[in-house]
């Protein structure tokens, strides 16, 4: 059960870390930009295409490197009709068939699929198709990987979690 426990710890400060201080800090960075954008736009009767996709590139890392944040504080979108009235260890065997079932093979196939389409975009220096866009597409989509592995590695807190609630039961 110790072993289990740094298991969790490390998965959790990973994720803890990142939600608090890194997706915060885009987070601002993406409302300032977002402000420049229409002050420029308004003001200046102008606007860059650079600054226009950096914002969607600020929103997807908000959303892709916030996922496993939202997890970890079980703020995620969740059908709990029948979920909320069962009791804890109901909740976590749901909770495991879950992570096992469904949680850790989509995150695997999004893993599986998406690294190569990285290191494609990579090795052919992909950059926006826009002139005077972002030159390094490849780092946008690397998010994607990046986001999917922060979901699983919670995924591994998660099922460990829960699991340990099962096992205590089982001991009694």
């Known amino acids: 059960m ?8 490390f ?7 990142i939600g608090t201080y890194l997706v915060c800090a885009i ?5 300032a930009i977002i402000f420049g954008n229409v002050i420029m ?18 929103f997807a890392m908000i959303f892709l490197l916030g996922a496993g944040y939202t997890l970890l ?3 995620h979108v969740r059908v709990d009709i029948f979920y909320s009235t069962m009791g804890r260890r109901k909740k976590a065997l749901i ?7 469904l949680l850790v093979p989509s995150c695997a196939l999004v893993l599986y699929t998406s690294i190569p389409w ?6 052919v220096g992909e950059v926006s198709i826009d002139p005077g866009g972002i030159p390094a597409r490849f780092a946008i989509k690397a998010m994607l ?14 099922f460990l979690s829960n699991l340990m609630i099962l096992l205590e039961g089982a001991a009694e």
Not at 95 to 101: A, E, Q, T, Y
Not at 118 to 123: D, T
Request: include cysteine.
């Open 2 to 9: 110790h072993w289990m426990k740094k298991i969790i710890t």
């Open 11 to 17: 998965c959790d400060t990973i994720n803890e870390w």
């Open 27 to 31: 987070v601002f960075a993406f409302i």
């Open 41 to 58: 736009r308004y003001a200046f009767n102008t606007s860059f295409v650079f600054m226009a996709e950096l914002e969607w590139h600020l």
């Open 73 to 75: 504080h079980d703020r």
């Open 95 to 101: 909770n495991c068939i879950g992570v096992v079932f």
């Open 118 to 123: 990285v290191i494609s975009a990579y090795q």
């Open 145 to 158: 990987p990046v986001g999917y592995g922060l979901i699983l590695l919670q995924g591994v807190s998660m």
